[in-house]
């Protein structure tokens, strides 16, 4: 795998390495600069398939951010991925997939309009967040929880402008949030505010109501040029 191989110490064509990596920062941006909407990007597990009602609850999303004009981002494998994606041509909209190669191969999704399949996770992360005016998370494994944490650090840390988080399926999320009341508020490691960064809903029609809300009150208050 590059990122394993970059990060051994004894790794001696660094330099080259760096090159690739420059590279495919640049093909992702260019990628971005074709995303001609406003875009949310959507997360959620790989593991969950067609049948199963998060999968439903994913696939309307992604559906109704078209409907208004937005482009979905996904990670564009299969799972509640698939489903947003499969939304959004429900939709009539731009759908957008920004996969990862992984050692056991993570097939794309058929409901893609633009589609990439970066090496390394730091510039898949990048593409996410550059074209993104809010996440919507649902339900998932490790790869969802982290980027989870990257969107509420670079929120908390000020690193992008506030965009709204909004966690999908309050049986999921639920004793996450109460987790984070009880141990890391309580030991001091966030702060109440922190707590406000993510909003909850089991309504999809909810999570893309959050989402344009804010995107639509950051229009009104930009300056004019």
């Known amino acids: 795998m590059d990122d394993r191989r970059l990060l051994d110490r004894n790794h001696d064509?660094?330099?080259?390495?760096?090159?690739?990596?420059?590279?495919?920062?640049r093909r992702g941006f260019e990628l971005v600069a074709q995303i001609d909407r406003p875009a949310v990007a959507i997360f959620g597990s790989a593991r969950i398939a067609e049948g199963h009602p998060v999968y439903d609850t994913a696939r309307a999303a992604g559906r109704q951010f078209a409907e208004r004009g937005w482009a979905v981002v996904t990670g564009g494998g299969p799972g509640l991925m698939e489903a947003a994606n499969r939304g959004a041509r429900d939709g009539g909209g731009?759908?957008?997939?920004?996969?990862?190669?992984?050692?056991?191969?993570?097939a794309s999704n058929d409901f893609l309009d633009i589609s990439h399949t970066f090496r390394h996770f730091y510039a898949r992360k990048v593409c996410f967040v550059k074209p993104a005016e809010g996440f919507v998370i649902f339900p998932g494994g490790y790869g969802t929880l982290d980027e989870l944490s990257e969107a509420l650090t670079l929120i908390q840390t000020g690193k992008v402008l506030h965009f709204p988080v909004?966690?999908?399926?309050?049986?999921?999320?639920?004793?996450?949030?109460?987790?984070?009341?009880?141990?890391?508020?309580?030991?001091?490691?966030?702060?109440?505010?922190d707590l406000e960064l993510a909003d909850l809903t089991d309504d999809p029609g909810e999570a893309v109501r959050i989402v344009l809300d804010h995107y639509e009150r950051r229009q009104t208050e930009a300056p004019s040029p």
Do not use: K
Not at 94 to 106: A, K, M, R, T
Not at 169 to 180: D, M, V
Not at 185 to 190: S, W
């Open 13 to 25: 064509d660094a330099e080259a390495e760096l090159e690739l990596i420059a590279e495919e920062f």
């Open 94 to 106: 731009l759908s957008v997939g920004f996969n990862i190669e992984l050692p056991h191969e993570q």
């Open 166 to 193: 909004v966690l999908v399926g309050s049986g999921y999320w639920a004793a996450f949030l109460e987790w984070l009341r009880a141990e890391p508020l309580l030991q001091g490691a966030i702060t109440p505010r």
